[in-house]
C-alpha cells in the first residue's frame, strides 16, 4: 500500500488568557492509497480538507493516530527522504512563490545544497512539461500572471520527482481558462510520469473530471468513500445531497 | 530607488539630510570658527557678517557650533536608529518565526518595556551612568526598539505561513536559508520604513536630553544643547534658540517624510 492513513485525530487548540478553544478539524480518519490510484478529497470550508493535506504532507503534526507511506511511518522519515515522496502544490499562486527571488533561485532550491551538474536541463525539461519556456527563470514572479505561476509552483514540486503531489484548491484562485490548462497540466504529468496527485477541492466536477475515487469529508469525518462513478448513486446523506444540487448549478 | 526621487516630498527631505550629512562630515572645513572658542567682547552679539547666526553668551559662532552640533544629532541619530533596529528586528524574528516560550517572553518583555514612559526611563539610565554622547546612542537605541519588534513578528508570523515558504519546506530547504532568503527579506520594508522614523526620533529624543542638561557635555556642542542655552536669553537673543529649533524640526521632518515615503513605495510591491 502507498499510503495509510489510520483513526487520525488532529484538535487545533487556541490559547486564550483565560482557558482556551478547541476546534476539532479532524477525527478519527482512515483511508488507505494504492499505488496509481488519483484520488480526490472534497468537502466545504473548514471541513477539514486542508489539514488532512497539510498533515499527509507532512507540514502539519497530528495529534493521534497513523499515517504511513510504504508501510513506514511518517515522522521516521527524515525531511529529504520525505521531500522525495510527497511534494504539495497550494491554492494561492500569489502566495506560492518568494517575490524577492527569482524563479531559477526559486526552482533551485529543489537541489539543496549539492546541486547536481545536469541541474540546468532537469528544470529545462521539467519547466517544457508544464508548458513554459527556459527564459522564464530571470525573471521575479510579479511578471507572471495567476496561471503562469501555479505552472511554475508545479514545476518546482516535479523537480524533485516525488511519487505523490497533494494538491490544495489547486484551481481556486485561478480564471477558467488557466484551470483547464492546469488541469490538463496534472493529467499529463501523471500520464508522463506516473506520480500520484491527490487533489483537495471543493468543485466537485473538477474531481469528477479528474480522479477515480473520491472521499468526501464533512465537520473532520470521511463521510463517503467510493470510486467516482459509484459515489453519488445514492443519495441517502443529506450533505452529499447538497453537494450534489450546488454542483448542477 | 528611482521612485523615492520622483517623489517631490521624499526627495527634498534626501537633499536636506544629504546636506546636514555633508556638513557634519565636513564640519572643521565649513565652521567659520572653533566652536569652542569664547570671545566674552561679542557676547549674545546678533546676527551679522562676522558671526552670520549670531554668538552665544560666552561670545562663541552659533553657526560653528551648530555644525559641528550636525556631527552629534547625526552620530546620535544613525547609531541609535542602527542599534534600534537590529534589536527589534532579532526579537521580532525570533519570536514570531520560533514561537512557543521564546515568543511569549519576547513579547511579555516588549510589553514591560512598553509600559514605561521611555523618556524618562532615558533620563533615569542617564542620571545614572554619565551623560555622555555614548551613553546617550546606546540607551535611546535600546529603549525604542519595542514598536519595531511587534511589528517584525506580526510580519513573520503572516510570513512563515506563506505558501512560498511552506513549498521551500516541502522541498526540505534548511532552517537557516528560510530565515534568511525567504522570511527576512520579506519583512525587510516595514523595517526601513521604521528605520528612516526612528532616525527622526533619535534625534529628537537626544535634543530633549541635551536640552535637560543630560545630554551632550560641554564644550562639545549639539542642536538640543544650544537650544537650552539660548532659552536663558530668549528675550535678547532669539537668534540662540530659533536657529537650532529650526534645523531639529526640518531635520526630523525629513527623516519623517522619507520614511512615509518608503512607506508608500515598499508597500504596494509586496507579492
Known sequence: MFLEVENLSKTYTDKKFFGENKFNALSGVGFSMKDGESLSVIGGSGSGKTTLGRIISKLLDFDSGNVKYFGKDIKSYNIDEFSCIVQMIFQNPYASLNPKLKIRSSLLEAFGAKKPLNADSIIEETLKSVGLENKILDNFPHQFSGGQRQRIAVARALIKKPKLIVAD??????????????AEIFKDIRKNTGVLIILITHDISAAVKFSDRMIIMNEG???????????FKEKEDAYITDLLTSMEI | MKKIFKNKTAFIGIVFIAIVVFIALFAPFIAPYDPASQDLSQRLAAPSKAHILGTDDLGRDVFSRMVYGARVSMAVGFFAAFLTVLIGTILGMVSGYFGGISDSV???FTDIMLCFPTFFLILLVIAFFEPNIYNVMIVIGLTSWTGLARIVRAEVLSIREREFVLASKMLAVGKLRLFFVHILPNVISPIIVYAAIAVGGAILTESG?????LGVQPPMSSWGQIL???????????????FPGILILFTVLSFNLIGEALRDILDPKEI
Open chain 1, 169 to 182: 484548491e489547486p484551481f481556486a484562485s485561478l480564471d477558467v481558462y488557466s484551470q483547464n490548462s492546469i
Open chain 1, 221 to 231: 469525518k470521511i463521510i463517503k468513500d467510493d470510486s467516482s462513478e459509484n459515489i
Open chain 2, 106 to 108: 519576547i513579547m511579555r
Open chain 2, 209 to 213: 536630553l541635551s536640552f535637560l542638561g
Open chain 2, 228 to 242: 537650552m542655552q539660548g532659552k536663558d536669553y530668549i528675550y535678547v537673543a532669539w537668534w540662540l534658540s530659533v
